[in-house]
Every structure is written in C-alpha cells, then in structure tokens.
C-alpha cells in the first residue's frame, strides 16, 4: 500500500507542475487506508509562499476531518519536507512521514532549502533577516490572559 499511496502523491506532483499550479510536488495524507488529504504545490498560482504541497494536503485533511490535528495519519511526499513543511507536520501531529526525492534531489532540480536550515541553526542576531524585539511586557499580558482563560482549547 505505501506504494501506491507514494505513486499518488508522485502523480499528483507531475499533475500540479504540468497544469502550471507551482513547484513538481505532491503530497496525500493518509488515515487508517483512506485519503483524507490531497494537495500539490500551488505557490505560484496562488501568490502565497507557504501554499508548498505538504501544507496544502494539511489544510484539506484537516477541513475533511473537521479536525486542527492529525493524529493517526501518515503523509506521502514527492519529496522531503523543508523547514516549514517539516514544522507543519509536526503542528499537525502526523505520525509518520514517506518521502520520495530528498533534499539533495531537490537542490538538483533547483529548489535549495539549505539557506534555510543554515539560518534557523543561527542566533537570532546573526541571520540575514534583522529581528528585533519589541513590547515584550505588553505582549506577555496576553500569554498572561491565554493561561488563565478557562475556555480555552489547548492544541
């Protein structure tokens, strides 16, 4: 089965590209045999950087499962996930991750994410991108507020 699911999430790759939806990946996330998820990369035709196959499977399983985790799934990738993929599927709480082509694969192809792993591995007063705090205090408050909220949903 995990062939077959990987075949799909390589299909759905190809079919994204050739109709000019983004980037050649794909990706589906399976739950106990069931597609529940399907997404390839759509960054260019949606204008949106963070619209990466892996994170678009993850809207629509969660939109399906009318669910904000999705424990019990597995997730089929074309390729392996960059940083923001990785994170998400790690907020997603998925439990298993198949890949196809990996990081070396895609830098060969011309999608390098070793800038990013290389900047994250920074302090924060050494990457390319200034960050600056600010407010701390103020921000705190509403932390403060979030931990005393008794309606609140912990995710």
């Known amino acids: 089965m995990k062939k077959k699911y990987m075949k799909e999430a390589i299909t759905l790759a190809r079919w994204g590209m050739e109709n000019n939806k983004g980037g050649p990946f794909g990706a589906i996330i399976v739950m106990e045999g069931e597609i529940v998820g399907w997404g ?19 809207r629509d399983a969660c939109k ?67 960050t600056e705090q600010l407010m701390r205090e103020d921000a705190m408050e509403v932390f403060k507020n979030w931990r005393e909220k008794e309606d609140r949903l912990d995710y």
């Open 64 to 130: 399906n499962m009318k669910d904000y985790t999705l424990e019990g799934c597995e997730i089929y990738t074309s390729c392996e996930p960059c940083p923001m993929c990785l994170s998400a599927i790690y907020w997603a709480k998925i439990d298993r991750i198949y890949y196809g082509c990996n990081k070396e694969d895609a830098a060969y192809a011309g999608f390098v994410d070793d800038e990013l792993y290389r900047e994250l591995s920074l302090p924060r007063d050494r990457r390319s991108i200034p």
């Open 40 to 58: 390839c990369n759509t960054v260019t035709s949606s204008n949106d950087p963070t619209a990466h196959a892996e994170v678009n499977a993850i």
